[in-house]
C-alpha cells in the first residue's frame, strides 16, 4: 500500500497485521471496526464512557465496533488476517450522525455487505491497487453504511411500516448474535414489547415473511458466507448457523440456494479459481 502523505490520512483502513503493529489507527478518536477474515479470532478489552469492563471475542464470520481506545490481541495466530477500519461520524449528515451515535458498541454481528467490502479492500490490497485516499473512501462508505443499518434513531418509522427502524434493527442484531441457538418467537417478541402473537402478525405485515421463515433465511445467508471460508468444516459451518443436525443443514439449504452446502463450496472455489 502506498504510504500516506500527511500524518492522519490514510491510516483509517488498515490489514490487522499491519494495524496490530502500528497501533497509529487507536489514535484516532472514535470507534473502529474489527474484521477478522480466515481463522483469526481476535480478543478486544476495554472499558464504556461509564467505567464498565468489557471483553469480547471476534471471529470470522463476525465484525464488531468498539472504541478505538480497546486494547486488540489475536488468539492463536501470529499472523492476524482481516482488517481494522477507524469510523468517522463526521463525514455523515446530521440526522446520520445522530443514528450513529445510536450504533451497538462491544457486540458482534455478522454482515454481509462489510465481508464483501473486506474481500475487495484485500482483493485490492494484495493486487497493490489501494492508495491512502482509496483506503480512506472504502473507510468513509462503511462508516455511512453502519450508521444507517445499525444506528436507525428511535421512532423513525420505515414508510408504510408498522415497525419503527429502530424495532426492526434490534430484531436483525439480535437474530445475528444468536444466530447458532435456538431462537423463538416469544424471545424476538419481548424485544419490542409485545405479545407473541401481535408479533408475528406485525412483523410479518411488515417485512413479508414471518419471523420464522426470516430467522432460517438468515441462518442460510450466514451459512453462505461461512461456505467462503475454506477452513471452515461443513459440519462447523452447519452448527454456527444454528441447524441441530447436518441433515437439515443440507435439507434446508437445499431449499432455499438451490444447491447443497458441498456444491455452493465448491462453485464458490471454482469460481474464486
Not at 5 to 34: E, K
Not at 114 to 119: F, G, S, T
Not at 188 to 212: D, R, Y
Request: proline fraction near 5%; glycine fraction near 6%; charge should be neutral.
Amino acid at each position: 500500500m502506498n504510504q500516506a502523505t500527511t500524518p492522519d490520512h490514510g491510516l483509517r483502513c488498515q490489514p490487522m497485521n499491519v494495524a496490530f503493529t502500528d497501533r497509529r489507527v487507536s489514535l484516532l478518536p472514535g470507534f473502529q471496526l474489527i474484521v477478522p477474515t480466515g481463522p483469526t479470532v481476535v480478543r478486544a478489552v476495554g472499558c464504556d464512557d461509564r467505567g464498565k469492563s468489557h471483553a469480547i471475542l471476534i471471529c470470522t464470520p463476525f465484525s464488531a465496533v468498539i472504541p478505538t481506545r480497546a486494547t486488540l490481541a489475536t488468539i492463536a495466530a501470529s499472523d492476524p488476517s482481516g482488517w481494522v477500519i477507524a469510523l468517522k461520524s463526521d463525514v455523515l449528515g446530521q440526522v446520520s450522525q445522530e443514528a450513529f451515535r445510536a450504533v451497538p458498541i462491544w457486540s458482534t454481528s455478522w454482515d454481509p455487505f462489510l465481508r464483501e467490502a473486506v474481500d475487495t479492500l484485500g482483493a485490492l490490497h494484495d493486487a497493490d491497487l489501494i492508495d491512502a485516499a482509496c483506503a480512506d473512501a472504502f473507510a468513509d462508505v462503511i462508516s455511512v453504511h453502519i450508521a444507517l443499518r445499525y444506528g436507525h434513531c428511535a421512532g423513525a418509522a420505515e414508510p408504510d411500516t408498522l415497525f419503527t427502524r429502530q424495532m426492526l434493527t434490534r430484531i436483525q442484531v439480535f437474530v445475528h448474535e444468536h444466530i447458532a441457538e435456538n431462537i423463538l418467537v416469544d424471545q424476538l417478541a419481548v424485544l419490542v414489547h409485545m405479545s407473541a402473537s401481535n408479533f408475528a402478525h406485525v412483523f410479518k405485515a411488515t417485512t413479508g415473511s414471518p419471523p420464522h421463515l426470516y430467522v432460517t433465511l438468515e441462518r442460510v445467508k450466514f451459512a453462505r458466507t461461512m461456505l467462503c471460508e475454506e477452513t471452515i468444516p461443513l459440519v462447523e459451518v452447519g452448527a454456527r448457523a444454528g441447524f441441530q443436525t447436518q441433515q437439515h443443514f443440507t435439507a434446508v439449504f437445499h431449499r432455499h440456494a438451490g444447491v447443497t452446502p458441498r456444491a455452493f463450496r465448491l462453485a464458490h472455489r471454482n469460481v474464486g479459481s
